[in-house]
């Protein structure tokens, strides 16, 4: 078939406390907070962060839904690490800073060829730092993180599986990605195109315990691929379908985007997202993205009811965009539709109700 995959668009987390999350993200990973949203499933008021490089590039941006709630269960079926691409010889830089604060991280280590560094969040989520050459995307930079070691975006993922033949068969028949390599225990999966952000690699774990499926602290919770358009979108829901793949949900109004979810063969959780005119430029200027909470319009005549429930924080100075220092953002425009057309497919969106005196328990 040919792909209407075009690259992982995001990876969404399950941290634990939002403030512990925010200062990891952005402090020790060195990612821009590009926005402070909530959770759109639901009735309990939880936090969505959205992070990524200075431009907010989709195949950039980790989501995180800090939730102290309970904890997750770590194990197979899910993503168990999200890869950043870092310039050739950045490694001893990310080693040094990780030690620096103090967080517990692999040491020197390599997968098809390639030097990587992996490095624990507190809440136990694991990210790495892989060198890539000849990506430019644009890094987040701060005092204590260079131009020259930055994170450009992601590299792609690692998701662990206890057996390799039904997930690949879902990769390379529902996906259309090409397997390209094994590396031991690592099966390296690629979607079409040239452009960064590409790899996943199936990690075989046969002993490991499956993980947990639903929102926990600790855990990922999806994956989710770029498809671009709407129309896309229909079409990957017909090819899930078609292929017996018949739990895929509705298409989801998730304001910055649309998305489509199903559980994969593995038990990993994969979405598809396209674009909407705008993307996360739509509400917030490139200087002023993640600096404040925005909410959905359907959701904004329950902000008082949000925020009293919600953690308070506060975002690192340095992580505040100084007005002149970003770039323009690159448009995003949905290819099937002008800026001000209506969604030319149906869309879910849930309607919560925060009022907690309101909520049964």
Known sequence: MKSLVQG?????????????????????????LVKQTVL????IPIYHFYYGNADADVGS??????????????????????????????????KEHFDRHQAEHSGL????GTKYLRVRHPAGLLFEMIEENGDNRNPWTTTEIPRDAGTRGFFGAVLSVRDVREQESFFVDALGLEKVGVDGPYHRFEAPGTGPGRIVDLHVEPERTPGSWGFGA???HHLAFNVETDDALVKQKAVYEELGYTDASEIKDRFYFHSMYVRSPGGILVECTANVPGGFFKDEAPDELGTKLLLPPWFEDQRAAIVSQLEPITVPEENRPKPGTTSAPRPVVAAHQAPDDEPTVPLSRYKATFDADKQST
């Open 40 to 43: 759109m499933d639901g009735n």
């Open 109 to 112: 280590q390599e997968r098809f």
């Open 218 to 220: 600790g855990t990922a």
């Open 61 to 94: 941006i980790a989501t995180c839904f800090p939730y102290s709630r309970k904890r997750g269960r770590a194990g197979s079926g899910q993503l168990s690490c999200t890869s950043y691409a870092v310039p050739n010889g950045a490694i001893a830089f990310w």
């Open 8 to 32: 992982v668009h995001h990876i969404t987390l399950c941290p634990g406390g939002a403030q512990q999350d925010i200062d990891f993200l952005t402090q020790v990973l060195g990612q821009r």
